[in-house]
């Protein structure tokens, strides 16, 4: 399985933005399709965005359209997740996750939490 390093997370007022940054170590990172994620708590983890493993086709929970974007960074085996205009209800533990479509495995950081101030 593949290592995963979340940073970036923190405390910000409502309206501010954060970069959130993953670096993945272990397994040939360019093969995997990665995804951010967030857990609330009490709560079941629930879907961010997701990028291809090429970097050409990206998607996004409504919750986090037009305020996030996820990238890459495939010669520094690095996904990012740049969250604008952030709100209260964005506050949760961000997590990243690789999944090598050709063994269908999945791999998971631990989580960098992120609070939103109102």
């Known amino acids: 399985q593949m290592r995963l390093v979340e940073s970036g997370g923190g405390l910000v007022q409502a309206g501010g933005s954060l970069l959130l940054s993953c670096v993945a170590s272990g397994r040939t990172f360019s093969i995997h399709d990665m995804a951010w994620y967030r857990q609330f708590p009490g709560k079941e983890r629930e879907f961010v965005a997701t990028?291809?493993?090429?970097?050409?086709?990206?998607s996004y929970a409504d919750s986090v359209k037009g305020r996030f974007t996820i990238s890459r960074d495939n010669a520094k085996s690095m996904v990012y997740l740049q969250m604008n205009n952030l709100k209260p209800e964005d506050t949760a533990t961000y997590s990243c996750k690789a999944h090598d479509p050709v063994n269908d495995l999945n791999s998971w950081g631990q989580g960098t939490q992120v609070i939103v101030s109102s």
């Open positions: 990028i291809r493993r090429t970097g050409d086709s990206t």
